[in-house]
């Protein structure tokens, strides 16, 4: 009865007001299903809120949204400062004041523990509130098997998100997180067949178009369907191009093709985007179009330049251990090791997969690419050991392919490793 009560309730009497909330929402949604836009999507969808609130001071919804929004841009990594907290902080007071027991606001509540402070037991405390109001409603269901990821809780993680698929069928984030979650635990092919769900429903959109081949290439290094893919994007125009540069880039690298390496480049925005879910500036894939060229001075003026923006980077967000990491690995292509190891190592220690089950995995990986980098070779495979056996950690299609471990390549031991992953005898 409540949840139809609340459904039959209207949020707001201004209707410019909710159609701003709309607005920011489908921006919201449109960012998750498009990864390339999301950080500015973000940014948009709080002008709107901001605007909704503001002709509506009691527009609870809005203010949950708002909330959403800004953790959003904190835990992605976009703006990771306690100011960005602090405005996620606001507008969860606000809806506590608004309405301390609607379903909404416990909602809000566990998105601001898990999202700005990575506080589980909070979160999970106010989704159980929250799930007394909203018995079904699949946001709920869907942040219990996120939570559940970050807390190495892999089965009940598969178990909470298929069932906020059931849901909420026809959601395409959703339908993403539950291939993201069999793709970190390489049920490869389960995985491709939830991307094809996802792409059903946005037939469209670039990412979509290109999940199904990125999970191949991860699944068995098999990069032709993904080349294909995106060659047929790039070719719709430059918007399209900029939307995939990034798999365009890394596939180049992979590829080792100077050439499509550029011109995935030119269509990379000048901020930046992620590589191994670490947020590098634009002048970084200089470095790296400027090493694969064999062109030294240019790659080395290049990462210089990237080290400078990264470090204002970690000087700024001094607890982001994915900040530091990105500076370890910029430092390690300068051939600086003691710097690199300082920086890789403490961001390890800052995040270790007890305190987050996945990027403390990717951050030890991180570690092990920094290692094979600066030339070591023991080290690295030690990391490798151990990571190669956990969820979240790298696929046989990154160590078959990426660059980064050429230095690795002959030794028994790092072709163990990647024999370990590969694709199974008798499988598609």
């Not at 026809?170 to 991307?195: G, H, M, Q, S």
């Not at 007890?354 to 990717?362: E, F, N, R, S, Y």
């Not at 950690?393 to 590969?422: C, H, M, N, Q, T």
Request: glycine content about 6%; hydrophobic content about 40%.
């Amino acid at each position: 009865p409540t949840e139809k009560n609340a459904i039959g309730e209207r949020p707001t009497s201004d209707i410019a007001a909710y159609d701003l909330y709309l607005k920011a929402k489908e921006l919201l949604y449109e960012g998750f299903v498009n990864p390339s836009r999301e950080r500015e999507n973000d940014f948009k969808a709080v002008q709107l809120l901001d605007q909704a609130v503001a002709r509506d001071p009691a527009f609870l919804l809005a203010y949950c949204q708002l909330a959403y929004a800004h953790d959003d841009i904190y835990f992605s990594n976009y703006d990771p400062t306690e100011t960005r907290l602090a405005l996620a902080e606001t507008s969860v007071k606000a809806a506590v004041r608004l309405q301390p027991d609607s379903g909404e606001t416990h909602l809000a509540l566990a998105i601001h523990f898990y999202w700005g402070y990575l506080n589980y037991d909070r979160a999970r405390e106010e989704l159980a509130k929250a799930q007394r109001t909203l018995p079904n409603n699949a946001q709920i269901v869907e942040f219990l098997g996120l939570i559940d990821r970050r807390q190495g809780r892999w089965g009940e993680a598969v178990q909470n998100l298929e069932r906020a698929v059931d849901l909420d069928p026809r959601n395409a984030n959703t339908l993403f997180d539950v291939a993201d979650t069999y793709i970190k635990l390489r049920r490869y092919e389960e995985a491709i067949v939830v991307a094809y769900r996802e792409l059903a429903l946005q037939p469209r959109s670039a990412f979509p178009r290109v999940f199904p081949a990125l999970i191949r290439v991860e699944a068995d290094a098999n990069i032709a369907p993904l080349r294909a893919t995106l060659n047929t994007i790039e070719a719709e125009g430059p918007a399209s191009a900029a939307e995939v540069s990034n798999f365009s880039f890394e596939l180049a690298l992979r590829e080792r093709d100077p050439a499509a390496a550029a011109r995935a480049l030119a269509n990379i925005p000048r901020e930046g985007v992620e590589s191994h879910d670490f947020p590098y500036p634009h002048v970084w894939y200089e470095g790296l179009l400027a090493k694969l060229r064999q062109d030294g001075p240019a790659a080395h003026a290049a990462f210089m330049a990237s080290r400078s923006a990264a470090e204002k980077i970690v000087r700024a967000q001094p607890g982001s251990a994915v900040s530091l990491t990105a500076l370890a690995l910029i430092d390690a292509e300068l051939g600086d090791k003691e710097k690199a190891i300082q920086e890789g190592r403490t961001a390890c220690d800052m995040v270790p997969p007890t305190k987050d089950a996945i990027v403390g995995v990717l951050l030890i990986t991180n570690l092990a690419r920094i290692y094979a980098l600066i030339g070591e070779t023991d080290l690295p495979l030690e990391q490798l050991d151990v990571v190669s056996k956990r969820p979240a950690g790298p696929s046989y299609g990154e160590l078959r392919l990426g660059p980064e471990w050429d230095s690795l390549r002959g030794d028994p031991r790092f072709e163990k490793i990647v024999a370990s992953l590969g694709p199974k005898k008798g499988s598609p």
